[in-house]
């Protein structure tokens, strides 16, 4: 999640100025999302984020609040200050993430469900990461789920048709991290959720 955060402060910081009013409007609800979905409910960064929501400004000004409270949430996820959705899932909050997202699916929620299958496997490869000595981070920060992927092809620990599916998964969790609904339907959330739970039976971590 931090990560995700990281790439879109980078965009705020490298947008031009004047900030077009297009891109400022897209990306303050990327941000928003972003907030939404690595903050838990009830904690300081959600209430911030509701009142930025209620505030009758404009997208500039909501924009500007959003990249203070994102950089703030990045800061605390990173200090361990804050759990994330990979730290909840780690704690087993939640028994299955895969039965949540195979719910959420039943339920007619395919963005969600896609999103928490795509955390489940970044989770799972780095579990594999750590199985197989291969180092999670470089320079003290976390590696990108894609370098893991390589790294486990690289190690043996399977094969470059497995390294391509788990490419081809990622790119469908990002399409919905980043509110691209529409580049993917609910039959491929259904194969993805179950590929992922297949892969996680084959390479066990």
Not at 17 to 37: H, M, Q, T
Not at 179 to 204: E, S
Request: glycine share 8%; hydrophobic share 40%; aromatic share 6%.
């Amino acid at each position: 999640m931090a990560e995700q955060l990281d790439n879109l402060i980078d965009e705020y910081l490298g947008m031009s100025r004047p900030r077009p009013d297009e891109k400022v409007r897209i990306l303050k609800n990327r941000l928003e999302a972003a907030i939404e979905r690595a903050s838990l409910p009830g904690s300081t960064y959600a209430k911030q984020l509701a009142e930025v929501r209620s505030t009758r400004s404009s997208d500039g000004w909501r924009l500007e609040a959003l990249h203070g409270i994102a950089v703030g949430l990045r800061d605390d996820i990173r200090s361990g200050w804050v759990a994330s959705v990979v730290e909840l899932v780690h704690a087993d909050m939640h028994s299955d993430y895969l039965e949540m997202a195979e719910s959420l699916l039943g339920s007619g929620y395919k963005d969600p469900a896609a999103v928490i299958t795509g955390t489940s496997l970044e989770v799972h490869v780095r579990a594999l990461c750590v199985k197989s000595g291969i180092a999670t981070d470089v320079a003290g920060r976390p590696k990108k789920a894609d370098t893991m992927n390589a790294d486990l092809k690289k190690a043996g620990v399977y094969d470059g048709l497995q390294q391509k599916q788990v490419t081809a998964w990622m790119d469908l969790r990002n399409k919905a991290a980043h509110g691209n609904y529409a580049d993917y339907d609910k039959a491929q959330v259904r194969l993805f959720i179950d590929g992922v739970r297949a892969f996680m039976v084959k390479y066990p971590a």
